[in-house]
C-alpha cells in the first residue's frame, strides 16, 4: 500500500484459486454443512433443555425431589466408579504389554481388546444374560449358592465395563507406541527400579492421552444404555441407572421430568464435548494420531 | 482455451522473440514483501534458471506465471497477450513440482494423458491419438513399457521424469520447472540435469526452472536470473554473470570469494599499495571492496604478494588444491593452486591477486 | 571350532524392560473373563439351536421383518452419513470460517451424548406436533413410529463415524497434486471427481461401514422415535430385549448371531477395502 499511485496497478482481475472452489461454492457448502449439524446435531441436545424447562424452573426441579432419581444418580456414579478405574488399570496394562514388548499375536489381541466396540449395545447385555440369567450357564449354580449378578450392581457393572473395555487401551496403545521404548530404557540404565520408571518416565508422557480416554470412556459409563437396560430388570430404586430412569419417566408421559434429568446427562455430554476439545487443541501432539472411532 | 496454442504460432522470423514477459511484478505474503517491481523478458525457446537463495521469491514468481498465486501489482504477458487476469488452467504452461505431485491412483500412462483427457470434447484429441502421444512421450523421457506401473512402483528420478511428460503432454506454451531435481540425490540429479538439456535441445520448448543450486543454473542454462529478497539482481548467460557479475551479492551467489581492502584511483586498484590487474569501474575512487575468487589468488613470494600470512590447512579435492591462508588480523582467504608442492600449517606464504571485482 | 549358541526361543522378544508378565498376564485375563468368555457363551447358545434352528428364527416373520428393517434402514442412512460427513469433514479441514472449531467439536456429540437421551430428544423433535415433526407432517411426511424415525436416529449416531474416518485423509491430501491438475487445463470439477476423490472412496467405505455396522446394533437412540410396531418400525436389537423378557434366550441368542455374523462380514469388508488400497496406492 505504499505505492499508491504507479503506472502499471492494474485492478486485478484475481485469477481464480488453482486448489480451491470458489467462494460462492465455498459459501454454499458451509452453509450446507452448518445447516445439516445443525439441524441434525445441536437441534436435539437444545430440545432437551427446552423441554426439560418447558413447564418452568420448579417442574423441572420436581424430577430431582423423587429418591427414584437420587438412587438412580448414585447408582450411575459407583458404576462409573468401578467401571472407568478398571478400565484404567487395564488400558495401562494392555498398552504396557502391547507397545513396550514384542511378541507373536499381538495384532489378533488388539482386535479382541477392540471387539466390544462392534457389539451390539443390546448383545453386549445379553451374553451376560445367557451367563447368569435363570436359565443361563450358570444361572442354577448361582441361584443354589445365593449370588445375584444379574437384575443387580454386578451385573450393570460387568456390562459397563464391557461397553467401555476398548476405551482406554485403543487411545494408549498407539501413543505408548509413538513413544517407543528408548526413554524408559535410558532411565532403566540409570539404575531407576520398573516402578519407578513408569511413574517418573511413561505416566508423564502419555497424562493427556490418559485423561482424554478416561473423559470419553466415563461419558460412556454413565450414559450405556442399552446394555445396561438388558441385565438391570428395571427395578426402580435399585437397578435403575440415570438413562434407565429417563426411559421410565417417559414412558410414563411424565415427559419433563424425562427431560429434567436427561438434561443431567446432556450437561456431561457437554463438559465432555469441552474438555475433549481444550485437549485436542492444546494437546494434540501429545495425544494418539488418526482417532476415528 | 482458445490461447492454448499461443505459444506456438511465432513466425520464424520473429525469434528470438519475447515468449512471456514479466512487467513490474509485486507480490506480499501477509506482510512480507516476496517480489518488489520485477520485470523480465522470457525470449522463446530458452532454456532460462531463476537462481536464488531460498526466499528470494523465485518460487514466488514462477507460480504467479502459472497462475497459482496473482501478483498484487503488476503483469504477466505471453507474447503479447496479458495473460495476469487468465485462470491456471486457461494458461496452458505446463509445471513440474519439486515432489513431481504424480496421481498416485492413475498408472503412468493416465498420469501422461491427464491434461488431454481433462480437456473439453471439441478441444479433446481422438483416444487412438492420445495413445500415440503417451508412446512418444514414454519413448522421450526412457521409460516405454512402463505405462502400466503406478507411480509407487517408480524410482524418484523416473517420477520426476513422467511428471515431465505428463507436463509435456498439453503442448504447453512454456514450461516451468520448481526445483525440478531438489528431492533426487546427487548422482540422480546429474543424470536428470544433462537430460533435461538434451530434451530442450531437441523440442525446443521455452523453459524457466528454479533452484538454488549454482551449478545446476550454470551447467544447464541459456541464461540465468540471480534473484535476492525480492529483487532481480542480474540476467544473462552464464559466462557473463560469472566474468561479470553485476553485484557483491551475485559474487558472493555465484561462488566462493574473499574481501579484500582495496584503494581505487583512475581505474586502477591497489592493494597494499601494490597494483593488482583489476579495473575499477569509471568513478569509483577511494577505499573499495576488492572481491575475489579462490582460483584468482596464487601463492606466491612474500616480497612480490598483495596480502601475506600463514597456512592454515591444505587438501586436495578432484585434482585441485585449495589451501587456507590466515593473515595477522585473523582474516581466512581460501587459495585454489595447482602448484603441487605441499604447504605444511603454520607456513608463511604471500598471495598475489590475478584477478577480481570492485563493484560501485 | 566355536559354536555360537542360538538363541533360545521365547515367546516376547528379550527387552530390558520389566513387567511384561504382569501386563501381559493381567491384560488376557480380564479379556478372557469379561469379554471373550460372555462371547463364547453365545456361540454356545446359537450352536445348541443348529444351522436349522436359527434359519427358523431368521424366516419368522416379525424377526425376518426387524432384520430387513435394521439393515435396509441402516444402509440408506449410511449412505447420508457418509455423504454428508464427507461434505462435513471437507468444509472443515478445508475452508476457514467462523466458528469452525465449534461446528468441529459438535460433530461429537453423539459420541458423547447418551443414547437414551439423543432418543427422547429425537422423539420430541420429530413427533407429529414436535419442532421438526410439524412441518414435515404438513409435506405429508410422518418421522416419528415409521421407518423415517429410525432412519433420522441412525444418520444422528452414525455421522461422527463417517466424518472422522474421512477428515485426517482430507487433511493430508498434498495441495500440489490439485495445482498440477489445474496447470494440465483440468476444471475445478474434474480436479475434484478425477484426482482429490478417487484416493479418498476407500476411507469413504469404511466410514460407511462404520456407520452401518452402529446403526445396526444401535438401540437407545432409535427405540424412542420408531414407535417399535411389530412389522413396521420394530428393530432387530429391540426383538432381542422383546424375547429376553419372554425368556425365548435361544431366539434372542439366535437374533444376536446373526447380527454378529453380519456385523463380522462387514468389518472384514473394511480391511479388505483397506488392504486393497494400500496395495495399489501404497496408503490407506
Same mark, same amino acid.
Given at each position: 500500500?505504499?505505492?499508491?499511485?504507479?503506472?502499471?496497478?492494474?485492478?486485478?482481475?484475481?485469477?481464480?484459486?488453482?486448489?480451491?472452489?470458489?467462494?460462492?461454492?465455498?459459501?454454499?457448502?458451509?452453509?450446507?454443512?452448518?445447516?445439516?449439524?445443525?439441524?441434525?446435531?445441536?437441534?436435539?441436545?437444545?430440545?432437551?433443555?427446552?423441554?426439560?424447562?418447558?413447564?418452568?424452573?420448579?417442574?423441572?426441579?420436581?424430577?430431582?425431589?423423587?429418591?427414584?432419581?437420587?438412587?438412580?444418580?448414585?447408582?450411575?456414579?459407583?458404576?462409573?466408579?468401578?467401571?472407568?478405574?478398571?478400565?484404567?488399570?487395564?488400558?495401562?496394562?494392555?498398552?504396557?504389554?502391547?507397545?513396550?514388548?514384542?511378541?507373536?499375536?499381538?495384532?489378533?489381541?488388539?482386535?479382541?481388546?477392540?471387539?466390544?466396540?462392534?457389539?451390539?449395545?443390546?448383545?453386549?447385555?445379553?451374553?451376560?444374560?445367557?451367563?447368569?440369567?435363570?436359565?443361563?450357564?450358570?444361572?442354577?449354580?448361582?441361584?443354589?449358592?445365593?449370588?445375584?449378578? *444379574?437384575?443387580? !450392581?454386578?451385573? /450393570?457393572? #460387568?456390562?459397563?465395563?464391557? $461397553?467401555?473395555?476398548?476405551?482406554? +487401551?485403543? %487411545? &494408549?496403545?498407539?501413543?505408548?507406541?509413538?513413544?517407543?521404548?528408548?526413554?524408559?530404557?535410558?532411565?532403566?540404565?540409570?539404575?531407576?527400579?520398573?516402578?519407578?520408571?513408569?511413574?517418573?518416565?511413561?505416566?508423564?508422557?502419555?497424562?493427556?492421552?490418559?485423561?482424554?480416554?478416561?473423559?470419553?470412556?466415563?461419558?460412556?459409563?454413565?450414559?450405556?444404555?442399552?446394555?445396561?437396560?438388558?441385565?438391570?430388570?428395571?427395578?426402580?430404586?435399585?437397578?435403575?441407572?440415570?438413562?434407565?430412569?429417563?426411559?421410565?419417566?417417559?414412558?410414563?408421559?411424565?415427559?419433563?421430568?424425562?427431560?429434567?434429568?436427561?438434561?443431567? *446427562?446432556?450437561? !456431561?455430554?457437554? /463438559?465432555? #464435548?469441552?474438555?475433549?476439545? $481444550?485437549?485436542?487443541?492444546?494437546? +494434540?501432539? %501429545? &495425544?494418539?494420531?488418526?482417532?476415528?472411532? | 482455451?482458445?490461447?492454448?496454442?499461443?505459444?506456438?504460432?511465432?513466425?520464424?522470423?520473429?525469434?528470438?522473440?519475447?515468449?512471456?514477459?514479466?512487467?513490474?511484478?509485486?507480490?506480499?505474503?501477509?506482510?512480507?514483501?516476496?517480489?518488489?517491481?520485477?520485470?523480465?523478458?522470457?525470449?522463446?525457446?530458452?532454456?532460462?534458471?531463476?537462481?536464488?537463495?531460498?526466499?528470494?521469491?523465485?518460487?514466488?514468481?514462477?507460480?504467479?506465471?502459472?497462475?497459482?498465486?496473482?501478483?498484487?501489482?503488476?503483469?504477466?504477458?505471453?507474447?503479447?497477450?496479458?495473460?495476469?487476469?487468465?485462470?491456471?488452467?486457461?494458461?496452458?504452461?505446463?509445471?513440474?513440482?519439486?515432489?513431481?505431485?504424480?496421481?498416485?491412483?492413475?498408472?503412468?500412462?493416465?498420469?501422461?494423458?491427464?491434461?488431454?483427457?481433462?480437456?473439453?470434447?471439441?478441444?479433446?484429441?481422438?483416444?487412438?491419438?492420445?495413445?500415440?502421444?503417451?508412446?512418444?512421450?514414454?519413448?522421450?523421457?526412457?521409460?516405454?513399457?512402463?505405462?502400466?506401473?503406478?507411480?509407487?512402483?517408480?524410482?524418484?528420478?523416473?517420477?520426476?521424469?513422467?511428471?515431465?511428460?505428463?507436463?509435456?503432454?498439453?503442448?504447453?506454451?512454456?514450461?516451468?520447472?520448481?526445483?525440478?531435481?531438489?528431492?533426487?540425490?546427487?548422482?540422480?540429479?546429474?543424470?536428470?540435469?544433462?537430460?533435461?538439456?538434451?530434451?530442450?535441445?531437441?523440442?525446443?520448448?521455452?523453459?524457466?526452472?528454479?533452484?538454488?543450486?549454482?551449478?545446476?543454473?550454470?551447467?544447464?542454462?541459456?541464461?540465468?536470473?540471480?534473484?535476492?529478497?525480492?529483487?532481480?539482481?542480474?540476467?544473462?548467460?552464464?559466462?557473463?554473470?560469472?566474468?561479470?557479475?553485476?553485484?557483491?551479492?551475485?559474487?558472493?551467489?555465484?561462488?566462493?570469494?574473499?574481501?579484500?581492502?582495496?584503494?581505487?584511483?583512475?581505474?586502477?586498484?591497489?592493494?597494499?599499495?601494490?597494483?593488482?590487474?583489476?579495473?575499477?569501474?569509471?568513478?569509483?575512487?577511494?577505499?573499495?571492496?576488492?572481491?575475489?575468487?579462490?582460483?584468482?589468488?596464487?601463492?606466491?613470494?612474500?616480497?612480490?604478494?598483495?596480502?601475506?600470512?600463514?597456512?592454515?590447512?591444505?587438501?586436495?579435492?578432484?585434482?585441485?588444491?585449495?589451501?587456507?591462508?590466515?593473515?595477522?588480523?585473523?582474516?581466512?582467504?581460501?587459495?585454489?593452486?595447482?602448484?603441487?608442492?605441499?604447504?605444511?600449517?603454520?607456513?608463511?606464504?604471500?598471495?598475489?591477486?590475478?584477478?577480481?571485482?570492485?563493484?560501485? | 571350532?566355536?559354536?555360537?549358541?542360538?538363541?533360545?526361543?521365547?515367546?516376547?522378544?528379550?527387552?530390558?524392560?520389566?513387567?511384561?508378565?504382569?501386563?501381559?498376564?493381567?491384560?488376557?485375563?480380564?479379556?478372557?473373563?469379561?469379554?471373550?468368555?460372555?462371547?463364547?457363551?453365545?456361540?454356545?447358545?446359537?450352536?445348541?439351536?443348529?444351522?436349522?434352528?436359527?434359519?427358523?428364527?431368521?424366516?419368522?416373520?416379525?424377526?425376518?421383518?426387524?432384520?430387513?428393517?435394521?439393515?435396509?434402514?441402516?444402509?440408506?442412512?449410511?449412505?447420508?452419513?457418509?455423504?454428508?460427513?464427507?461434505?462435513?469433514?471437507?468444509?472443515?479441514?478445508?475452508?476457514?470460517?467462523?466458528?469452525?472449531?465449534?461446528?468441529?467439536?459438535?460433530?461429537?456429540?453423539?459420541?458423547?451424548?447418551?443414547?437414551?437421551?439423543?432418543?427422547?430428544?429425537?422423539?420430541?423433535?420429530?413427533?407429529?406436533?414436535?419442532?421438526?415433526?410439524?412441518?414435515?407432517?404438513?409435506?405429508?411426511?410422518?418421522?416419528?413410529?415409521?421407518?423415517?424415525?429410525?432412519?433420522?436416529?441412525?444418520?444422528?449416531?452414525?455421522?461422527?463415524?463417517?466424518?472422522?474416518?474421512?477428515?485426517?485423509?482430507?487433511?493430508?491430501?498434498?495441495?500440489?497434486?490439485?495445482?498440477?491438475?489445474?496447470?494440465?487445463?483440468?476444471?475445478?470439477?474434474?480436479?475434484?471427481?478425477?484426482?482429490?476423490?478417487?484416493?479418498?472412496?476407500?476411507?469413504?467405505?469404511?466410514?460407511?461401514?462404520?456407520?452401518?455396522?452402529?446403526?445396526?446394533?444401535?438401540?437407545?437412540?432409535?427405540?424412542?422415535?420408531?414407535?417399535?410396531?411389530?412389522?413396521?418400525?420394530?428393530?432387530?436389537?429391540?426383538?432381542?430385549?422383546?424375547?429376553?423378557?419372554?425368556?425365548?434366550?435361544?431366539?434372542?441368542?439366535?437374533?444376536?448371531?446373526?447380527?454378529?455374523?453380519?456385523?463380522?462380514?462387514?468389518?472384514?469388508?473394511?480391511?479388505?477395502?483397506?488392504?486393497?488400497?494400500?496395495?495399489?496406492?501404497?496408503?490407506?
Amino acid at each position: 500500500m505504499s505505492e499508491i499511485f504507479s503506472p502499471i496497478s492494474v485492478p486485478m482481475a484475481k485469477p481464480a484459486q488453482a486448489a480451491s472452489e470458489g467462494a460462492i461454492t465455498r459459501g454454499v457448502l458451509i452453509g450446507i454443512a452448518v445447516t445439516f449439524l445443525a439441524l441434525f446435531l445441536v437441534l436435539p441436545l437444545f430440545a432437551v433443555f427446552t423441554q426439560a424447562l418447558s413447564k418452568g424452573i420448579a417442574a423441572f426441579l420436581d424430577a430431582f425431589r423423587e429418591p427414584d432419581a437420587w438412587s438412580a444418580i448414585r447408582l450411575t456414579l459407583t458404576v462409573a466408579a468401578i467401571a472407568v478405574p478398571f478400565n484404567v488399570v487395564l488400558g495401562l496394562a494392555a498398552s504396557w504389554a502391547i507397545a513396550k514388548f514384542e511378541f507373536p499375536g499381538k495384532a489378533l489381541l488388539i482386535t479382541l481388546i477392540d471387539l466390544p466396540f462392534s457389539v451390539s449395545p443390546v448383545v453386549s447385555g445379553l451374553i451376560y444374560v445367557l451367563l447368569f440369567g435363570s436359565q443361563g450357564l450358570f444361572g442354577t449354580w448361582l441361584i443354589d449358592h445365593g449370588i445375584q449378578i *444379574l437384575f443387580a !450392581l454386578p451385573g /450393570i457393572v #460387568l456390562a459397563t465395563v464391557f $461397553v467401555t473395555f476398548p476405551f482406554v +487401551a485403543r %487411545e &494408549l496403545i498407539p501413543l505408548m507406541q509413538e513413544q517407543g521404548t528408548a526413554e524408559e530404557e535410558a532411565a532403566l540404565t540409570l539404575g531407576a527400579s520398573g516402578l519407578h520408571v513408569f511413574r517418573t518416565v511413561t505416566l508423564p508422557n502419555i497424562r493427556w492421552g490418559l485423561l482424554y480416554s478416561v473423559l470419553l470412556c466415563n461419558a460412556r459409563a454413565m450414559g450405556e444404555f442399552g446394555a445396561v437396560s438388558v441385565v438391570s430388570g428395571h427395578i426402580r430404586g435399585l437397578t435403575n441407572t440415570i438413562p434407565l430412569h429417563v426411559e421410565i419417566l417417559y414412558n410414563e408421559y411424565n415427559f419433563v421430568a424425562a427431560f429434567a434429568v436427561a438434561s443431567l *446427562l446432556a450437561v !456431561l455430554a457437554l /463438559i465432555t #464435548l469441552v474438555l475433549k476439545s $481444550v485437549l485436542e487443541w492444546r494437546f +494434540a501432539g %501429545e &495425544l494418539a494420531h488418526g482417532r476415528a472411532h | 482455451m482458445s490461447s492454448r496454442t499461443a505459444g506456438h504460432t511465432d513466425s520464424p522470423s520473429d525469434r528470438p522473440s519475447t515468449a512471456i514477459r514479466i512487467e513490474a511484478v509485486s507480490k506480499t505474503f501477509d506482510t512480507a514483501a516476496v517480489l518488489h517491481d520485477l520485470s523480465l523478458d522470457v525470449r522463446a525457446g530458452e532454456l532460462i534458471g531463476l537462481l536464488g537463495p531460498s526466499g528470494s521469491g523465485k518460487t514466488t514468481l514462477l507460480r504467479i506465471i502459472a497462475g497459482l498465486d496473482a501478483p498484487d501489482r503488476g503483469r504477466i504477458l505471453f507474447g503479447d497477450d496479458d495473460a495476469t487476469g487468465l485462470a491456471v488452467q486457461e494458461r496452458a504452461v505446463g509445471f513440474v513440482f519439486q515432489h513431481y505431485a504424480l496421481f498416485k491412483h492413475m498408472s503412468v500412462a493416465d498420469n501422461i494423458a491427464y491434461g488431454l483427457n481433462a480437456r473439453r470434447r471439441a478441444d479433446r484429441p481422438a483416444k487412438a491419438e492420445i495413445k500415440r502421444r503417451v508412446g512418444d512421450l514414454l519413448d522421450l523421457i526412457r521409460l516405454s513399457g512402463f505405462g502400466d506401473r503406478y507411480p509407487s512402483q517408480l524410482s524418484g528420478g523416473q517420477r520426476q521424469r513422467v511428471a515431465l511428460a505428463r507436463a509435456l503432454a498439453v503442448e504447453p506454451r512454456v514450461l516451468l520447472l520448481d526445483e525440478p531435481f531438489g528431492a533426487l540425490d546427487a548422482q540422480v540429479r546429474k543424470d536428470l540435469r544433462r537430460w533435461l538439456r538434451e530434451i530442450h535441445d531437441r523440442t525446443g520448448q521455452t523453459t524457466i526452472f528454479v533452484t538454488h543450486d549454482q551449478d545446476e543454473a550454470l551447467e544447464l542454462s541459456d541464461r540465468v536470473a540471480v534473484l535476492d529478497r525480492g529483487r532481480l539482481e542480474q540476467v544473462g548467460t552464464p559466462d557473463e554473470v560469472q566474468e561479470n557479475p553485476a553485484c557483491a551479492t551475485v559474487m558472493k551467489f555465484l561462488g566462493d570469494s574473499v574481501e579484500v581492502e582495496a584503494i581505487a584511483e583512475g581505474g586502477r586498484v591497489l592493494v597494499r599499495g601494490r597494483e593488482t590487474p583489476v579495473v575499477a569501474p569509471a568513478g569509483i575512487i577511494g577505499p573499495v571492496k576488492l572481491y575475489v575468487r579462490p582460483w584468482q589468488l596464487q601463492l606466491a613470494e612474500p616480497e612480490s604478494a598483495h596480502l601475506s600470512g600463514t597456512v592454515r590447512s591444505s587438501y586436495r579435492t578432484q585434482g585441485r588444491q585449495r589451501i587456507e591462508v590466515v593473515d595477522t588480523e585473523g582474516r581466512v582467504f581460501a587459495v585454489e593452486d595447482f602448484d603441487g608442492v605441499r604447504h605444511p600449517a603454520g607456513h608463511p606464504v604471500g598471495l598475489r591477486i590475478n584477478g577480481g571485482h570492485v563493484f560501485g | 571350532m566355536v559354536e555360537t549358541p542360538r538363541p533360545r526361543w521365547t515367546f516376547r522378544r528379550p527387552s530390558v524392560i520389566p513387567g511384561f508378565g504382569i501386563s501381559f498376564g493381567y491384560t488376557l485375563t480380564c479379556l478372557g473373563l469379561i469379554v471373550l468368555l460372555p462371547l463364547a457363551g453365545l456361540v454356545v447358545k446359537a450352536s445348541g439351536l443348529g444351522l436349522s434352528g436359527i434359519w427358523n428364527v431368521a424366516t419368522d416373520p416379525r424377526v425376518a421383518s426387524a432384520l430387513r428393517i435394521s439393515f435396509g434402514v441402516s444402509a440408506v442412512a449410511a449412505l447420508v452419513a457418509s455423504t454428508f460427513g464427507f461434505l462435513v469433514a471437507w468444509v472443515l479441514t478445508r475452508y476457514r470460517f467462523p466458528g469452525r472449531k465449534l461446528v468441529d467439536a459438535a460433530v461429537d456429540l453423539p459420541f458423547a451424548l447418551p443414547t437414551a437421551v439423543a432418543g427422547i430428544a429425537l422423539a420430541s423433535l420429530y413427533a407429529p406436533d414436535g419442532l421438526l415433526g410439524a412441518p414435515l407432517a404438513r409435506l405429508g411426511i410422518q418421522a416419528a413410529y415409521t421407518p423415517v424415525g429410525i432412519f433420522i436416529a441412525m444418520v444422528f449416531i452414525g455421522l461422527p463415524f463417517a466424518v472422522r474416518t474421512v477428515q485426517p485423509l482430507i487433511a493430508e491430501i498434498d495441495k500440489e497434486i490439485e495445482e498440477a491438475s489445474a496447470t494440465l487445463g483440468a476444471t475445478r470439477i474434474i480436479t475434484l471427481t478425477k484426482v482429490v476423490l478417487p484416493p479418498l472412496i476407500p476411507a469413504v467405505l469404511t466410514g460407511f461401514a462404520l456407520a452401518f455396522a452402529r446403526g445396526v446394533g444401535e438401540y437407545g437412540s432409535i427405540i424412542f422415535i420408531a414407535g417399535n410396531l411389530p412389522y413396521v418400525s420394530e428393530i432387530a436389537p429391540l426383538l432381542i430385549v422383546i424375547k429376553l423378557s419372554e425368556f425365548d434366550y435361544g431366539g434372542a441368542a439366535a437374533i444376536a448371531t446373526i447380527m454378529l455374523g453380519i456385523s463380522f462380514l462387514t468389518l472384514l469388508a473394511i480391511n479388505l477395502i483397506q488392504a486393497w488400497s494400500r496395495r495399489r496406492f501404497g496408503y490407506v
